[in-house]
């Protein structure tokens, strides 16, 4: 999240950092104070070739959905007072032609209009999770808390917490043969789903893996990338000037929303 006030003691709660922030459609950066909220650790080892995949989380994110209607606690992505918002969209701005959109309070609803400068403001949306973290992470978690406070009773790491971790019990062996995609992820464990609240918002009914065993190297639909999207993005060096991204605000003549790159 962008911290508008870096000194408040709200975010002592938080890893801060500074990041470069570019405009897509200017390409002009600034540097801002970010607060970090989410974020993916994967790693490969000989014994896990396909991954080991674990997901954390900022313990003021969101609440459980079946903890929600009653919740009072503040949290980062729900707002225990939301009222249903309607927004006038212009027409640049429109996803699938709606002019009018009214902003629910149903949780984890994607967008329904383009971002963006010039386009109206966001309308921020109540984030629940779905699948509750389970007894095996609660347990690593208060194990890691215990550590960390008998050393640095305030460190900010005591506000974050592993959602989950996956691996497979019985991994493909590797093979000198040239492979495709789907890539194979054997008997994950535990075999359920995997979802970042902020991360995966919209998409919390599935597994990491469904969706990075289809991950291929740039310029193919059927090279595998090692379960990893970077890959496809990978682009030669040019001399040129990076183009900016267009969406349908932007051809129009809209600014798009900032984005972090660093």
Same mark, same amino acid.
């Given at each position: ?118 386009? +109206?403001?966001?309308? =921020? ?6 699948? /509750?973290?389970?007894?095996? @992470?609660? &347990? %690593?978690?208060? #194990? ?33 043969? +040239?492979?495709?995609? =789907? ?6 464990? /535990?075999?359920?789903?995997? @979802?970042? &609240? %902020?991360?995966? #918002? ?33 682009? +030669? ?26």
């Amino acid at each position: 999240m962008e911290v508008p006030n870096p000194d408040d003691a709200q975010w002592n709660r938080y890893k801060l950092a500074q990041a470069v922030v570019v405009d897509p459609a200017t390409q002009k950066c600034q540097a801002l104070t970010v607060a970090l909220v989410g974020l993916h650790v994967i790693h490969k080892t000989q014994a896990q070739p396909t991954w080991v995949w674990a997901t954390f989380e900022h313990v003021d994110n969101a609440p459980d959905a079946a903890d929600a209607a009653t919740t009072q606690k503040v949290w980062n992505f729900y707002d225990p007072s939301c009222q249903p918002r309607t927004v006038q969209v212009p027409t640049a701005c429109q996803y699938k032609d709606q002019a009018s959109v009214t902003v629910s309070c149903d949780a984890n609803l994607p967008p329904q209009y383009w971002i963006g400068d010039g386009c +109206p403001a966001p309308a =921020p949306i109540r984030v629940t999770r779905l699948a /509750p973290i389970d007894s095996d @992470a609660q &347990t %690593v978690n208060q #194990t890691a808390w215990t550590t960390i406070r008998a050393t640095y009773p305030d460190s900010v790491w005591l506000n974050y917490q592993v959602v989950a971790v996956q691996w497979s019990t019985n991994p493909p062996q590797q093979s000198s043969q +040239p492979v495709g995609v =789907p890539q194979v992820f054997n008997s994950p464990q /535990p075999d359920s789903n995997l @979802a970042n &609240t %902020v991360l995966e #918002t919209y998409d919390q009914h599935s597994k990491c893996i469904d969706c990075h065993q289809y991950a291929t190297i740039s310029g193919s639909t059927t090279l595998p990338s090692d379960f990893s999207f970077a890959l496809q993005d990978a682009q +030669p060096v040019t001399t040129g000037k990076p183009k900016p991204l267009k969406t349908a605000a932007v051809k129009a003549g809209y600014r798009p929303l900032r984005r972090i790159i660093e």
